[in-house]
């Protein structure tokens, strides 16, 4: 879900020709509320503050604990299948209830709904059983998608408004409030693994964090109750305290005088995506959208579990995600920098070229891999993850600019449903962890050859148009 990424703000984004008719809107409340000093500049930049703080750490609860499922919650893949539930019901939600809840709620009520179902996951976590986890996994699947729905409103809503206030573009200023939220929103995977091992680390011993093998013959760890509850305890009080932000800082659109923009009905954004598949550029595209979630996954359930947990223990799983995360926020803005210089298509093929090495280099790998090993692959896990993140997303917007709520909504929706199939069948084949990376590949490989046939089509019957959008 970190990864919702920077298709974010892009999924809000107004269309080239509403961006008047919406700086009109924006520019006669302003006027209109010049007494309120809510509506100034200096208080809507706070705002934008108040939200990536509050996004980030509820994010930094979720991201490690979702590293720490499959290890965590290995007993009968309770971990796996949870996340596998997680992102089958958001697949739904991105589609059926984002656009109703943020709509009937508005953004701020909206926040606060989908940082309570973050305290609900957490609070399942506490006593991991199936009557637990599933339910407090599928109510955030139901409301993580609102919730995203809900801060790409805000954040392009008082980006428009400061962009009237201080006579600048508003494309400029959505980009420029993105780099801010997505520079304090990254820090999340950061400091919630760091906490994670930290607190295993110092709260356990080596003999009591260790790993057996039980009558299934699944290697499970052993984490004291001591441990897991102060690690929870911790990531709960994250998460109510990102809901005390915006229920006593965070000032409502309504009282920075800034109209939020009529979202598309549910019956409206479902027909657009639906027609939108008629195009065959989606069609081929779909593969590398669900190899997003599906690499990601992999990443986050069965490399922490096969080859962190059971080689250096859970307590080591915070800092190698941490290094991963670190490597992945420098990378993604490295991408940015470098497609813009050689293009978008050299950036993605290296990035699978890259992804397709690491994955052949497991699959033949026959000894137990150090402890140096274990970090240069998760470093250069997230050069992958960064470049599909950001070439992924700028595709979809070079692609639909026209149709950009349709556009990403499909993104949305093909990348959960990866996540969703990685996790379910992580479960299936939890003995198999050469079938797994067999599966991985063989997703990547398609993904590939998706992109290259789109892409080489694109160049040939597009030509024209690729360079007014290059230019």
């Known amino acids: 879900m970190e990864e919702e990424s920077s298709l974010s703000v892009n999924h809000s984004s107004l269309n080239e020709d509403e961006s008047e008719d919406e700086n009109d809107d924006v ?50 893949g309770r971990g796996v299948t949870c996340l596998a539930v997680l992102y ?54 139901a409301v993580g998608a609102p919730l995203w729905a809900a801060h790409n409103t805000y954040l392009t809503s008082i980006a428009a408004a400061y962009a009237v206030a201080e006579g600048m573009k508003k494309d400029e200023v959505i980009q420029q409030f993105s780099g801010i939220f997505y520079a304090v929103y990254q820090t999340s995977g950061i400091i919630g693994n760091l906490v994670s091992s930290l607190i295993f680390m110092f709260g356990t011993d080596r003999h009591t964090n260790s790993s057996h093998t039980n009558e299934s013959n699944v290697s499970v760890v052993n984490v004291p109750e001591s441990a897991r509850y102060s690690l929870l305890g911790v990531f709960e009080g994250f998460g109510v ?35 939108l598949h008629r195009d065959v550029r989606l069609l081929l595209i779909i593969p590398i959208s669900m190899y997003a979630g599906i690499h990601q996954a992999f990443f986050f359930g069965e490399y922490t579990k096969y080859y962190v947990t059971d080689v250096l223990g859970i307590h080591m799983v915070g800092f190698v995600m941490m290094t991963a995360g670190v490597i992945d926020s420098l990378s993604s803005y490295a ?6 210089l050689i293009g978008q298509a050299p950036v993605i093929l290296a990035g ?31 050069i992958v993850d960064a470049i599909s993140n950001t070439q992924t997303t700028a595709l979809y917007g070079m ?30 084949l939890y003995h198999s962890l050469q079938t797994k990376l067999t599966l991985l590949l063989s997703f990547l490989c398609v993904s590939l050859a998706g992109y290259l046939i789109m892409e080489i089509g694109r160049r040939k019957f597009e030509a024209p148009r690729r360079s007014t959008i290059q230019s």
Request: glycine content about 8%; some cysteine; hydrophobic content about 50%.
């Open 399 to 428: 692609l639909y600019t026209d149709r950009q709520e349709a556009g990403f909504g499909a993104y949305r929706f093909w990348r959960s449903v990866g996540y969703a199939v990685s996790y379910s069948y992580s479960s299936a």
């Open 88 to 141: 089958g019901v958001m697949v739904f939600s991105s589609v059926f209830l984002a656009p109703v809840l943020v709509g009937k709620l508005r953004p701020k009520r909206t926040l606060i709904v989908g940082f309570f179902g973050h305290c609900v996951f957490t609070a399942s976590n506490f006593y991991p059983q199936w009557w637990s986890l599933i339910p407090g996994c599928a109510f955030l699947g």
């Open 335 to 340: 991408s940015g920098k470098i497609s813009k």
């Open 27 to 76: 520019t006669s409340l302003l006027h209109s509320s010049r007494s309120h000093s809510s509506a100034t500049p200096r208080t809507i930049k706070l705002n934008l503050y108040v939200l990536s703080f509050a996004m980030m750490i509820v994010f930094t609860a979720f991201a490690s604990l979702q590293a720490l499922q499959s290890s965590l919650n290995a007993t009968a």
């Open 241 to 275: 305290a990102g809901i005390l932000l915006i229920l006593f800082v965070l000032t409502s659109l309504k009282g920075l005088g800034v109209r939020q923009r009529s979202c598309m009905s549910v019956s409206q954004l479902a027909v657009s995506v639906v027609k």
């Open 352 to 382: 699978g070229c890259l992804n397709l090495s690491l994955i052949i280099f497991l699959k033949v790998s026959t000894e137990t891999p150090s402890e140096s090993i274990i970090f240069i692959v998760a470093g250069l896990w997230g």
